[in-house]
């Protein structure tokens, strides 16, 4: 009886061409052939290793778009790439191929040939050799950066463009998310939900980005992605196309910070107008008539007495509202000054309560601060103070006298981008509709019967806006009032 004999294993191994199968992830899943004879491996030392680490580097975008073209539906005949052996010498080799989307794995057969016969097959088939070479060069000539992104989001290929952009090399990006490889901590992932809803409609997608190079910098980039369909019309590629428009975005951010620079002093002069017109124009009138009517009365008369001190009063008015503007100016002035760091908002609170201690006590004040120990907030440790003690202030000032003082202070948020706080006191609180538009105003009260000049809460918003913080308050007469702060981690 005759041994039975394994004809298949035989046959491969006497067959010329080097056989394999290579997955989406363009990673050898079988080997058969010729194999350990064209490149000196055997087929279990390839076996789950990237095709492309075997491939001259010089040919391997040739070798991915060919490899797009298989992909999408076209059967590749005679075209041809360089090898690396294991022996570390360049082999040439021209492969046909086919791309079964069931199966996900693509179907490729390499025959060794000489370089003339090379040639010969570029010659034959213009479309996946010359063709290749010329969209290759191109894309690797670019100065746009070119992705190309399996359906699951994971980049397959990029060009020298984009890694002349980001600093990533092809072996660096392939495997990776762009989202994840590229994402920049100032930018929302949230940015993105919209982007991926259109491309898996079928749409193009574009967009502008700010992409966080390798070194750590950051890239803005306008983005084009087209979706690459199957023969079937399902998605089954994404063609990315980035261009650098850094210089251009910080034009445009340098335009719009001097148009809020000049909104900014617009609305500085409107007020400084508002107090020479009004703050000014009153004590001043005042003391002309006043010195009229010292020239004009004894010196040993009530009427000179009452007028002295009149005009006594009418000076310390003026020199406050002097005052006023010279603390205005020096906020302005010295703002661009002024370094931001880490402020712990604990530590600051504990130090505007301090102050006012003696207050809180006899007012029977409930203070509450839920905010997490250690937690702080990139500022200016100053005006962060300032905020807080003029929030405490007013709770204080304008607390009702029907009920115990309540204040309570709350982080709302704290992400990447920033933290939002509450304050809220249960105090006599105002008409938020009749005063809505001038809450912050400079010399704007809305309770007659306390003390106050209106200066606390135009402090607060110009803090603020300065470190790109914002405010905005609800309020209720007789219930109390809150106020939702802002301030960004940048």
């Known amino acids: 009886m005759h041994q039975e004999i394994d004809w298949s294993e035989k046959i491969m191994k006497h067959i010329p061409d080097m056989l394999c199968c290579i997955d989406g992830r363009g990673r050898f ?3 058969a052939g010729a194999s350990s004879r064209i490149l000196g491996y055997e087929a279990t030392e390839l076996e789950g290793k990237p095709y492309l680490e075997y491939v001259l580097p010089e040919d391997r975008e040739s070798t991915l778009l060919a490899a797009q073209q298989v992909m999408g539906g076209q059967m590749a005949s005679a075209y041809g790439n360089r090898l690396i ?50 969209l290759a060069l191109v894309a690797s000539k670019s100065n746009n950066g070119v992705l190309i992104i399996d359906k699951a ?55 502008e980005v700010l992409n966080r190079k390798k070194d750590g910098e950051g890239l803005w980039v306008s983005v084009e992605i087209n979706p690459v369909f199957s023969g079937s019309g399902a998605i089954d590629r994404l063609v990315v196309i980035q261009t650098d428009i850094t210089e251009l975005k910080t034009s445009e951010m340098e335009l719009s910070k001097l148009t809020k620079d000049l909104y900014r002093q617009n ?19 005042n003391m002309i008539g006043l010195t009229d009517l010292l020239n004009t009365a004894r010196k040993d008369s009530e009427t000179f007495d009452t007028s002295l001190t009149y005009l006594r009063q009418v000076v310390f008015q003026l020199d406050t509202v002097l005052k006023d503007m010279n603390t205005i100016l020096s906020i302005r002035n010295n703002s661009d000054g002024l370094q931001r760091e880490a402020v712990d908002l604990n ?33 200016i440790k100053a005006y962060v103070y300032s905020i807080f003690y003029n929030l405490v202030s007013n709770a204080l000032k304008y607390r009702s006298t029907s009920r115990p003082l309540q204040i309570r202070v709350k982080c709302l948020v704290n992400s990447e981008a920033g933290t939002l706080l509450s304050f809220s006191d249960n105090g006599t609180g105002f008409d938020l509709e009749k005063a809505r538009k001038y809450v912050f105003k400079m010399y704007k009260r809305f309770h007659g019967t306390q003390e106050g ?14 470190m790109g913080g914002h405010i905005d308050v609800s309020s209720r007469p007789g219930k109390g ?6 301030l960004p981690n940048s």
């Open 153 to 207: 989001g994971i980049i397959e290929w990029v060009n020298d463009g984009f890694t002349r952009l980001h600093g990533y090399t092809l072996e660096e990006a392939i495997g990776q998310k762009p989202s994840c490889l590229l994402h920049h901590p100032k930018m929302n992932t949230a940015m993105y939900s919209p982007i991926e809803e259109k491309l898996s409609r079928g749409e193009s997608a574009t967009f």
């Open 85 to 134: 052996c294991k022996d570390g010498k360049i082999l040439r080799v021209v492969w046909s191929a086919e791309w079964s989307a069931a199966e996900n794995l693509m179907f490729c057969s390499g025959r060794e040939v000489v370089k003339g016969e090379m040639a010969r097959y570029r010659d034959e088939q213009p479309h996946s050799g010359i063709q290749l070479e010329k």
């Open 347 to 379: 530590v600051i609170i504990r130090q505007v309560l301090a102050s006012f201690a003696e207050a809180l006590q006899i007012s029977g004040a409930n203070v509450t601060v839920d905010i997490e120990e250690g937690q702080a907030v990139l500022a």
């Open 267 to 285: 609305s500085d002069l409107q007020q400084f107008t508002y107090i020479v017109s009004h703050n000014l124009r009153a004590p001043v009138a």
């Open 453 to 466: 000049r209106g200066l606390g809460l135009y402090l607060i918003k110009n803090h603020l806006d300065t």
């Open 29 to 31: 899943v079988k080997v």
């Open 481 to 486: 009032t809150r106020f939702l702060i802002y």
